[in-house]
RNA sequence: GCGCUGGUAGCUCAGUUGGAUAGAGCACCUGGCUACGAACCAGGGGGUCGGGGGUUCGAAUCCCUCCCAGCGCACCA
């Protein structure tokens, strides 16, 4: 992949002739330009350091310009109250794009670092709800993302496998299993499964008496108990596989990482707090005061380490996960795709994490929030009442609604194949849909909304894909031949360049805070000029100079497309 | 009560960290298939950027204040 960034270039460029102007620090603020009559690019930064220097903007600018006389591939002009207005010649467009190599590395950045991310992390007591799609999607996003960029990903899931729930859940397991018989028949349908226990637990004192006994039977490894758990725990996980396959998430089953995984690191965690002086019994329960947490009241907030029971909540486990992904991962960086609603939790955890030297200063721990879906009444889905949508209903849905439109606009297609593209379409709508709005706000779960497939949606993208593969399927022996040289003449294919080559531009700017919007922004508006080409730009019945610097542009933006949903999780096909 | 988010077109959302006349998609209206694929393209209407004040060459963006919504604030995860 080109690692040409334009915008990095110009802030070179200018900083440069900045400097050579008398200016200290020099800050460009290059920006794409929003208008045509501005520019592609512009460089807002001199108003900012002619008031600092006391000089009129204007001069200023005047004088940078001045200083980047000899660069013929930029034309720059002055506008407004001091902006400097640059146009890319078309001879730097064509020589990058002729230079454009599609298959070497990315090296986008050149030190490689180690970066764990904790997302997806179900439930195992439950089925995958709808709930569990933006940590899933969003945390794969970034995943892809950095491996592209040849970090090194640790996946972190860490789904819950322990906890009071387990009791009634394998209570009610053995209560209703016949000896002898496979417990998988009983678990098909986790869901409902879970509502029968639950509801067992609430209406039938001896079975939630029974439940208990359960849980302390469990924490003992009870080896009768133990086990029972195990097969349900591959069960549901089993489950997890199914819907990640479906999605097209690159978890597998050697990246979970179990909150039991830390049990044994429990006793030794609140021991080191102890021995670091942290530790305060309050209530009878061991708890770490922070003075930046404050509750209710102005009263000192406590991070409960043990219960008063001699039971560990969830923050002593994710101090433990904390304290490995620090100490035996040795992760440079560790972003956690979960909730908003867990923001006190986590700030919690690496502050304890912090103090307790647990991790280090220079370790990175991101949380990266995200709101809760709710329902069209503007409720949210809650978690024990059943209402929660399951994930898997949703990705069928999703699939069955693009196989019929797939039938109806493509009905001559066998149908196999109809329903290959339908799982691609589908799955592709679903989840661009989540990563287009990276907001931290809640938000409305609409299936029409989610399902559709026209304007800014997958199915635009993988349609643009497919309109320029069914061009070198007009011209197979196209496909691998070289372009010497380049000639863009109309604003469509010019734009269109342009486009291509802010690749590297929009993954740089995903990184900055992980928004996955930015990159399906960018690869709409690839997409959407390149559209715009197609419709102005004739190719095949060109002269052959055009023709072949057309189908270039043509496959280097298929190229782009393809790379960038790939990082979204998003797969394309040749014909829909 | 305190803290964190957020409030932008009828709806769903962008807005590159203070830049030029606030942008997309959906919906609505008009035009374009004998045409490299119409899931598309060209064009149109639609805004007190929650209200008010302030900072400055310049504010949706920063500060103050008020209103509204969501989430969180001691032993469920």
Redesign the pocket.
């Known amino acids: 992949m080109n690692s040409l960034n334009i915008k990095q270039l110009l802030d070179d460029l200018i900083s440069q002739a900045m400097r050579h102007a008398g200016i200290d620090e020099p800050i460009a603020?290059i920006?794409?330009?929003?208008k045509p009559e501005?520019g592609h690019y512009?460089a807002?930064g001199m108003?900012?350091a002619a008031?600092k220097a006391g000089s009129a903007p204007r001069m200023l600018a005047q004088r940078v310009v001045d200083m980047l006389d000899g660069h013929s591939e930029f034309d720059f002009e002055i506008?407004?109250?001091g902006?400097i207005?640059i146009r890319l010649t078309a001879q730097f467009i064509e020589r990058n794009m002729t230079d454009f190599q599609l298959h070497e590395s990315p090296a986008t950045r050149a030190d490689t670092r180690t970066v764990v991310i904790d997302y997806s992390a179900p439930?195992l007591a439950k089925e995958m709800h709808i709930g569990h799609l933006r940590s899933t999607v969003i945390g794969d996003t970034a995943a892809r993302v950095l491996e592209f960029c040849n970090h090194r990903v640790v996946r972190a899931n860490h789904v819950?496998d322990?906890?009071?729930?387990f009791g009634s859940l394998l209570a009610y397991l053995d209560q209703i299993t016949v000896p002898g018989e496979e417990i998988s028949s009983k678990l098909v349908d986790l869901e409902k499964f879970y509502q029968s226990a639950s509801k067992l637990f609430r209406v039938d004192q001896n079975f939630a008496a029974k439940a208990r006994e359960y849980v302390v039977k469990l924490q003992r490894k009870d080896s009768r108990c133990h086990k029972l758990w195990e097969k349900f725990i591959a069960i549901s996980l089993d489950h997890c596989q199914t819907v990640y396959h479906k999605l097209n998430i690159s978890l597998t089953q050697a990246d979970v990482k179990a909150?039991s995984a830390y049990n044994d690191d429990l006793p030794v965690i609140v021991e080191q707090l102890q021995g670091r002086g942290l530790l305060t019994e309050?209530?009878?329960?061991q708890?770490v005061f922070l003075d930046e947490f404050?509750?209710?009241?102005e009263?000192?907030?406590?991070a409960?380490v043990r219960?008063?029971d001699g039971?560990y909540?969830?923050l002593a486990?994710d101090l433990a996960a904390a304290r490995y992904r620090s100490q035996i991962i040795n992760a440079d960086e560790v972003l956690y795709f979960v909730g908003?609603?867990?923001?006190?939790?986590l700030r919690q955890v690496f502050a304890v994490a912090s103090a307790a030297g647990f991790t280090k200063p220079q370790q990175i721990f991101r949380h990266l929030p995200f709101?809760?879906i709710l329902k069209a009444d503007g409720k949210?889905f809650k978690t024990r009442d059943g209402a929660d949508v399951k994930l898997i209903d949703v990705l069928d849905e999703a699939t069955r609604r693009?196989f019929t439109?797939?039938n109806e606009?493509?009905s001559s297609m066998p149908e196999q194949q109809q329903l290959a593209?339908a799982e691609v379409?589908g799955i592709g709508a679903i989840k661009y849909a989540e990563l287009?709005?990276?907001?931290?706000?809640?938000?409305?779960f609409d299936w029409d909304?989610m399902l559709?497939?026209?304007?800014?949606t997958a199915?635009?993208l993988q349609?643009a894909y497919?309109?320029i593969r069914?061009?070198f399927r007009?011209r197979p022996t196209q496909e691998n031949s070289p372009v010497n040289r380049m000639t863009l003449t109309e604003d469509q294919e010019i734009l269109l360049a342009i486009r291509v080559l802010q690749f590297t531009e929009a993954i740089d700017?995903y990184l900055?805070?992980y928004?996955a919007?930015?990159l399906c922004?960018y690869l709409?508006e690839l997409a959407?000029s390149f559209?715009?080409f197609?419709?102005h730009?004739?190719?095949?019945s060109e002269a052959q100079d055009i023709q072949d610097s057309r189908l270039h542009l043509a496959k280097v933006t298929a190229h782009i497309l393809q790379t960038g949903l790939s990082l979204l999780g998003i797969q394309t096909v040749e014909?829909?």
């Open positions: 603020q920006r794409q330009s929003q501005f512009q807002n108003m900012a008031k506008a407004g109250p902006f207005n439930n819950g322990w906890g009071a729930q909150e309050s209530d009878g329960a708890c404050k509750g209710q009241n009263r000192p907030l406590p409960i219960k008063s039971g909540p969830y486990t908003a609603s867990q923001q006190l939790h709101g809760l949210p693009a439109l797939i606009k493509n593209v379409v287009s709005k990276n907001r931290t706000t809640d938000y409305i909304s559709s497939f026209e304007g800014n199915p635009y349609y497919t309109r069914s061009l007009k700017a900055e805070d928004q919007n930015i922004q709409y959407s559209m715009k197609y419709e730009c004739p190719v095949l014909q829909m």
